[in-house]
């Protein structure tokens, strides 16, 4: 048996099983035992009957002296009573509506339980529910049970032949017809049978970072002595997948080192020149990563580089300055944002500040093309025109969004490709963008207002150079933030009516576009807030406020079910202030900027996490006027009271992102809620992600593995491992 072997193979496990493991996808051995346990049981105390004590775990060993059937008063459900006893006393072990356990309880049978031990109404102890085995049994789930297993005599049990009583039991990730129990029954024998599995990791890193081998962390995985085993294998397996995604980056590193890229002169003259008819003087902070930037678009090699700001710190225009350079040099550029609301933003403020540009720039949407030539003309063409401009090198600088990258858009002499909040596009679509030239690749730069903590960033982005916007544009005001209490809610009104009348405007962003259920809580609220739960829609919020609240000012709702061009039409309005009061969701999350608006209110602020509460707070404090952000919820729980408050008390966005990720997990970060099946990142991995210690250490060892051996020739396990890492994985 190997870790390939399919478990159709394997004895015992049957059809029935097979289909249900496919749940899990679960088709080979190795699936099998990397299903790892998501917490343990502690049932390793094995007591006497007669020292139980109410409240605690613990294992009784005894035989079956009677049973009793029996169903409840009020609710029908059928009972069934074990009375258990050693030779210090009796137990009642009692289950509920569980009719199979009749052909399997009998009496006489030497019976292990595990569970907690309660006290009845007559004042007697008992067990509810427990897990039970059978000593010297074969398994209930039609598998054989194994040598070690039929040797132990009754009464004379060791830990490693029990499975699910008298030991750390592993509680596994279930599913409708694969319980625990039944995983425990699947991998206990597999683990038994299969020997000397072939270590990925190399043996130096194994030594010089004190991890476990893998066969004994795969055994103490799954069935350990103590919870501190258990602990040391989570900490190898979460060490090996950090591992893993850092070599991956080195090695994707070392590829583009080696690839040719156009090399672009820059005019230090021509960029002074840009820089002059900007209407405000870049930050110190800007002017660094703008040199950052060009000297890595002045290489031979490809740039791969992240920018990180802040909201409203300026990383766009240092990418359409790059742009604008590339273009002096006869070549072209792509600049890609995740909404074609934002795309347009950025073609229009590039024919704001460089009216003159007349070497062409152009967008291109799903709702249409757009291309300007400096002539204080606008045309719209036909995509098909369009298209073909840009392959013959008439429009040098291309707005977009995923439109860009369809099969027959073919770029002339692409040269730089500007990526806006990276995360939102797919590896695969930006490489489909990148590698349209065949003799040079194109120079890669991504930006992002997410601010991304820094273990991130050495790990999922570590195969970009970073640059930091660390400062904002000078005269902006701090945004002012509370948290708004149902109680507070009129006075927030009586707030907001005063700031228009000033001539200001208002954002309201709720999470839903339509009025939702119950279900939709989320489950780490407590339940008895369950009761008055309302989740704010767009819907209501616009009917309410339009109708009710201020049916005086111009109200408008903004949503993602609308059509482009309403869409379109409906931020034009709000810039050009025909909308005082703006109801959105979180289609306004990214990149919006409207600097008259000065207040951001969030309905059920509780259903957000950081990094987007942040996001949105960024749509407003653009202009000169003070901003604020109102935090509305109804709950008043500590874990989300706290979380509020991180956002309320953040000096800056970085500061904010590390809690974050301590509060929400890296899942946020990555543009999705179930960050481990997006990503395909092991789920240890991504919770060590949290570790900045671990997340060094792997780093530091990868680093050395490929500074050693760089094409990890004296590796071939682990480089076979990563040729199925990297295809499982999807970095982003």
Known sequence: MTLKTPLLEIRGIGPKFLDKLKHFKIETVKDLLWHFPFRYEDFSEVSKIIDLVVGQQATVQGVIQDIKVRKTWK???????????????????????????????????????????????????????????????????????????????????????????????????????????????????????????????????????????????????????????????????????????????????????????????????????????????????????????LKDIGDSHPMNRLIQGDVGSGKTIVAVISAMIVAEGNKSSAIMAPTEILANQHYQTFKKFFPDFNKGVGILTSSGAKIFYGDGLENIVKKPEFIKKISTGDVKIVFGTHSLIQKNVIFNNLALVVIDEQHRFGVKQRAQLISRESEFSAHFLSMSATPIPRTLTLTVFGDLDLSIVDELPRGRKEIITKIVAPENRDKAYAFIRGQVKKGRQVFVICPRIEPSQIEDVDPNTFFSEWQKWELKSVKEEYAKLSEKVFPDLKVEMLHGKLKVKEKEQIMEKFKNKEIDILVSTSVVEVGVDIPNATIMIIESAERFGLAQLYQFRGRVGRGEHQSFCLLFTEFKSQIIMKRLRSLVEAKNGFELAEEDLKIRGPGEFLGQSDSVAQTGIPDLAMKALQNPNLVMEARKAAEEIIKKDPELKNSPILLEQLEGFKKQVHLE
């Open 75 to 293: 609710r029908k459900l059928l009972l069934i009573e074990a009375i258990v006893e050693d030779e210090t006393g009796k137990i009642s072990a009692v289950w509920f509506n569980q009719r199979f356990l009749l052909a399997i309880l009998k009496k006489g049978k030497l019976v292990s339980l595990a569970g907690k031990v309660a006290e009845t109404k007559e004042g007697a102890i008992s067990l509810s529910n427990p897990t039970y085995e059978f000593i010297n049994q074969p398994t209930d789930y039609s598998l054989q049970a194994t040598d070690e297993e039929k040797s132990v005599s009754d009464g004379q049990l060791t830990v490693d032949s029990l499975k699910h009583t008298g030991r750390i039991v592993p509680i596994y990730p279930e599913t409708r017809g694969l319980t625990s129990k039944a995983f425990r029954y699947l991998i206990k024998p597999v683990l038994d049978d299969i020997k000397n599995i072939p270590d990925t990791l190399p043996n130096e890193v194994i030594k010089k970072y004190k991890i476990l081998e893998i066969n004994k962390a795969i055994h103490q995985m799954h069935f350990p002595e103590k919870i501190e085993d258990s602990r040391e294998a989570k900490k190898r397996f979460a060490f090996e997948g950090l591992f893993y995604i850092q070599v991956v980056n080195l090695r994707e590193r070392l590829r583009l080192s080696k690839q040719k890229a156009n090399k672009i002169s820059v005019d230090l003259k021509y960029v002074k020149k840009l820089l002059e008819k900007l209407p405000f003087e870049l930050t110190h902070a800007q002017k660094k990563v703008l040199w950052d930037v």
